[in-house]
């Protein structure tokens, strides 16, 4: 399928806590991906494209990873760029 073929799509994430969406939002919404926070605690967000999932797992990993996968996670980055 072509990337342009794809249609958007809505994804409500239930994985961030609560005080983590606020957060969450303001980081997808500073990278042009619409979304927000529903009344019911879900934080709701529009992809539309490859670029967009991938930039919303990076945000949602972010503040959902322990402190040593993220450290792990960036070693295996640095490692990767060495080599």
Do not use: K
Request: with cysteine; net charge negative.
């Amino acid at each position: 399928m072509n990337p342009s073929q794809l249609e958007s799509l809505t994804v409500q994430l239930l994985s961030v806590s609560r005080c983590d969406r606020w957060q969450a939002s303001q980081r997808l919404q500073a990278l042009s991906i619409p979304c927000y926070c529903s009344s019911d605690g879900l934080l709701v967000v529009e992809v539309d494209s490859p670029l967009d999932i991938l930039q919303l797992r990076s945000v949602v990993h972010q503040l959902t990873a322990s402190r040593v996968e993220l450290i792990d996670w960036l070693e295996r980055c640095w490692d990767t760029v060495i080599q």
